[in-house]
């Protein structure tokens, strides 16, 4: 045990910690708009480090670096273009949403399409977002193995305890502050070790691409076309749909605040993201035996980085993944408050009784995430199993609602359907090991989408007009 490494994580779980207290106070939290939507008072440099650090988690920092050492700094980028091209998508639509204000997707498909489809919205997003906080947990308790003494399942109960903790006190406020500090430590310290591992131990830019396995060299690595695409899909999808990128633009002070705060969003991505790429690769040349996960938690090591700039890195890490797991579950809880609990009387989901329904939520969401971790073998496995269950059966549905009159409710409901079963039966048939399940769910929601509500819009349509013939001969 290090003991620089464990006065930095100490430092920082004090900071976060006092942080969420700060905003957890009666006189903070006034009702439950406050708890899901920060009052609908953030500034634009604290929105992109929310929208940054909710996005850039366990999936980069382990699960992306995990595909780069598997597949090749060039397969990298095309596997982290799905986030960047999503961020473009989300600048011309982030004036919509804030406009718009809902504090969570399935309200959306509400005012669209009606209760139920409201409700199995619900539905698929708490199942897509308890799996994507489930891998925080996971991606937290690696970290701390390797800063503590503590096993592997005593380090993942003590980070969704902190995960937990941090969502339960202060709600988006303390999530959004402690997110954009955080943000600021993981782009110092990805930067700092880029510059380090490269100078002093792959020998300059010259050396590491000389070094690098010549089946690295191509764009797609070892992997083809289709199984390519396969990571692409599901990150582009998510962030187009993801709750949490609605819910934080409709807690911008306006919508010119939501928009710029995409620019810094995508300027950061690409800060986080050139290092992790450059980082895993360099990994293959410096510890061609480790486990993928590991590929760059393992450059914290003393024989690759100082105590310090190692100490840095793991706890910017450990960040990165808490501030994510911490945003999935505020966002379920505002599911269950707002979609499920209060249904049927908003004034009371935005009272105290809200805020303390959404707490409690956060406690069941957590046990249940922490469930889930038991059934997959990797994070990148539960990373591609979440994602794709959002984006397939979901996203399509939130870009019909906001950008397609014609679409219906029968057409979004089928879709939803068509796009979580088409997903899960191709993840029990063990093929996604083989070809990610977005390939095939994908194509069905958005064929299931389009047909269903030409169907139903025709159907519609002439039901009206024989309904106005009728009453013209009674005439």
């Known amino acids: 045990m290090n003991l620089t490494f464990v006065i930095v994580l100490i430092a920082y779980v004090a900071i976060m910690i006092a942080i969420a207290a700060w905003f957890g106070r009666a006189s903070a939290m006034r009702d439950g708009e406050d708890f899901v939507l920060a009052g609908k008072s953030l500034p634009t440099w604290v929105l992109a480090g929310t929208l940054l650090a909710t996005f850039v988690g366990s999936g980069s920092i382990i699960g992306g670096a995990n595909f780069i050492y598997s597949n090749g700094p060039l ?144 764009f797609t690595g070892v992997l083809g076309p289709w199984q390519i695409l396969g990571y692409f899909l599901p990150l582009f999808l998510l962030i187009l749909g993801d709750q949490n990128m609605h819910q934080r633009l409709a807690a911008a002070r306006s919508p010119k605040v939501a928009r710029n705060a995409t620019i810094l969003f995508f300027i950061g991505a690409a800060l986080i993201v050139a290092p992790i790429i450059l980082l895993a690769s360099g990994s293959t040349i410096l510890m061609p035996e480790i486990n993928p996960d590991m590929a760059i938690l393992a450059l914290a090591e003393g024989e690759f980085t100082p105590a310090g700039i190692g100490a840095v890195l793991l706890v910017a890490a450990l960040a990165l993944i808490v501030t994510t797991g911490s945003s999935y579950l505020l966002t379920c809880s505002g599911n269950v408050v707002y979609d499920l609990a209060f249904i049927k009387d908003k004034s009371r989901g935005d009272s105290k009784a809200g805020v303390l329904v959404g707490r409690f939520s956060v406690l069941a969401i957590a046990l249940l995430g922490y469930i889930m971790v038991q059934f997959f073998e990797s994070v990148l496995a539960l990373q591609m199993y979440a994602y794709t269950m959002y984006g397939a059966a979901i996203t399509p549905a939130v870009l019909a609602a906001l950008f397609w009159k014609r679409v219906t409710a029968a057409g979004a409901l089928s879709s939803m359907i068509a796009g979580g079963v088409v997903t899960i039966l191709w993840e029990v048939s063990g093929k996604s090991g083989e070809i990610n399940s977005v390939i095939p769910a994908l194509p069905a929601a958005v064929v299931v989408l389009v047909i269903v509500s030409l169907v139903t819009a025709t159907k519609r349509g002439r039901a009206t007009r024989s309904a106005t013939d009728e009453t013209s001969v009674r005439s």
């Open 75 to 218: 397969a990298g980028i095309l596997f982290f273009a799905g986030t960047f091209c999503g961020i473009i998508v989300l600048y011309f639509i982030a004036p919509k949403v804030r406009k718009n204000g809902f504090r969570t997707v399935p309200e959306l498909f509400e005012s669209k399409f009606g209760r139920p489809v409201r409700v199995a919205g619900t539905v698929l997003i708490l199942v897509a977002f308890i799996g994507i906080t489930a891998y925080q947990f996971t991606g937290a308790g690696y970290i701390l193995t390797l800063i503590t003494p503590l096993s592997t399942t005593q380090a993942t109960i003590v980070a969704t305890v902190l995960i937990t903790f941090l969502s339960l006190s202060g709600g988006l406020k303390s999530v959004a502050w402690t997110d954009f500090l955080s943000t600021v430590l993981i782009v110092i310290s990805l930067l700092g070790a880029l510059v380090w591992v490269f100078l002093n131990d792959l020998g300059g830019v010259g050396s590491y691409v000389e070094r690098l396995d010549p089946a690295f060299k191509s």
